[in-house]
């Protein structure tokens, strides 16, 4: 019972800052590119202008160069401060509920291998994480800003997933594996969905300028490496007790006499 109770502290202590620093550097660093990529959603088309007259031929051939397509904020952008508000603290709630999520798995993987664990390991754990959430699944599907071209939902969300759990599979093998043969089907697991290929539209075309885009990817990939090298440092030195090092077992005496 301790150490389940162990156990899920860890996880929520270690989720709550994880999910905390990585909504303070959002703020300063995908939210403003999230809202100015929402102002792309929405393009209206410029307004009809009546047939060019005899009288005025060129007075209207000038007004309708003047009326191209019109650019409007899109229905998610906050104009008032409650809304600004609410969009927050709805970001903040989400990062902190993913964050205890991702450390009960974390810390689950970090029982279940039986290997001593302190902070600095668990940094290591954290950075596998990453790669294998993050990473690994950004080579095929990048995070996408609002307005831009994508496959449907389903399929991708059902690629992330196989990249994300091929990749977590892979790293595992890789660390605690000794068969080769068991090694090789992992790797081969983890580059499967890369081979076959993420879901795309027909037409990668979008309202979106390419360099916020790449911006975006940055910011985002720098944000989800802090979250989980916070996670799993912090996961580890909770549950540095845990897992008790082989070193630290008291070991078997021989009796006097004894073959």
């Known amino acids: 019972m301790d150490l389940i109770r162990r156990l899920f502290t860890a996880a929520l202590v270690a989720g709550v800052l994880s999910g905390t620093a990585a909504s303070v550097v959002q703020q300063a660093t995908t939210v403003p590119l999230i809202l100015e990529a929402e102002k792309y959603e929405v393009v209206t088309p410029p307004p009809a202008t009546a047939a060019p007259t005899t009288a005025a031929p060129a007075a209207s051939h000038a007004e309708g160069h003047q009326h191209g397509p019109v650019r409007e904020i899109g229905e998610g952008v906050p104009v008032t401060l409650d809304e600004a508000m609410q969009r927050i603290g709805l970001t903040i709630a989400a990062n902190l509920i993913a964050g205890v999520a991702y450390a009960l798995l974390l810390a689950a993987a970090i029982l279940l291998a039986g290997r001593p664990v302190d902070a600095r390991r668990g940094l290591v754990w954290g950075m596998g994480g990453f790669v294998a959430v993050s990473l690994a699944p950004s080579f095929g599907l990048a995070p996408e800003l609002p307005g831009m071209a994508g496959a449907e939902l389903e399929l991708r969300q059902l690629w992330w997933l196989s990249a994300a759990a091929g990749a977590g599979v892979g790293i595992a093998a890789l660390a605690f594996a000794r068969n080769r043969l068991v090694i090789a089907v992992a790797v081969l697991a983890a580059a499967l969905p890369h081979l ?15 360099e916020l885009a790449a911006r975006f990817v940055t910011a985002s990939l720098g944000s ?8 799993g ?27």
């Open 224 to 231: 989800a490496a802090l979250f989980w090298a916070i996670l």
């Open 233 to 259: 440092s912090v996961c580890g030195w909770l549950m540095s007790g845990v897992v008790e090092p082989a070193e630290r077992q008291p070991a078997l005496r021989v009796q006097p006499g004894a073959r």
């Open 196 to 210: 076959i290929g993420a879901p795309h539209p027909e037409s990668a075309e979008g309202a979106v300028p390419p």
